[in-house]
C-alpha cells in the first residue's frame, strides 16, 4: 500500500486535515518608472490614481502595516546581519514609513474581480498581488491604464503558489 506523502500522524492527533491545503495560484505585477530614477512622489500616485478610476479607497495605516510587516520580514530574515544592503533598505523603509498608503481603485466598487490593490512606498516599485489568474485577467485593464497615467512600466512576475513550499 502506497503511504501518503501528506500524512503526518501527529497531524491527525491535533484534529488537522490529513492532505496539505491545495495551493491556489497567485500571480503578481510590478509598475515601476521606465526611469529607474523617475519614481513618482505618493501625493502625485494618489492624485493620478483619483483622475484615473471612479472609486479610490485609502488607508494610512493600513500600508504603514504593510511596511512595518516588511521591515520585520527582513530583520528576521536577516537577523543583525552585517550586509549594508539589508541595513540600507531597512533604512529606506523606516524613513518611508509615515508616506506609505494602502489603496484600492478601480471603476466599480462592488466588483470582486476588476479591482487593483496595492501599498504605495515612497521610492518602491508598485506590487500587485492577484488572488486568482481570474483576478489578474479581469484587473489586466486597469493596470494598464494605470501604467499610462504614471508613466510606469508593467513587470509581469511569474506566478506562484501559496502552499507550495
Request: charged share 30%; hydrophobic share 35%.
Amino acid at each position: 500500500m502506497e503511504q501518503d506523502p501528506f500524512y503526518d500522524g501527529t497531524e491527525r492527533r491535533r484534529g488537522r486535515g490529513r492532505r496539505a491545503p491545495e495551493a491556489s495560484p497567485r500571480t503578481e505585477n510590478l509598475l515601476e518608472p521606465t526611469d529607474p530614477e523617475g519614481y513618482l512622489r505618493v501625493p502625485v500616485i494618489l492624485s493620478r490614481i483619483t483622475s484615473e478610476f471612479d472609486y479610490v479607497e485609502t488607508d494610512e495605516a493600513a500600508g504603514q502595516r504593510h511596511v512595518e510587516a516588511m521591515i520585520k520580514a527582513i530583520s528576521d530574515r536577516t537577523g543583525t546581519s552585517e550586509y549594508e544592503d539589508h541595513r540600507e533598505r531597512v533604512r529606506h523603509l523606516a524613513t518611508a514609513l509615515p508616506e506609505a498608503i494602502h489603496v484600492r481603485c478601480g471603476d466599480n466598487p462592488t466588483s470582486e474581480s476588476e479591482f487593483l490593490s496595492a501599498t504605495l512606498v515612497p521610492g518602491e516599485p508598485i506590487l500587485f498581488v492577484y488572488e486568482s489568474l481570474a483576478q489578474e485577467i479581469a484587473s489586466r485593464p486597469l493596470l494598464q491604464r494605470l501604467a499610462r497615467a504614471l508613466g510606469y512600466k508593467i513587470v509581469q512576475w511569474e506566478a506562484s503558489f501559496r502552499g507550495a513550499h
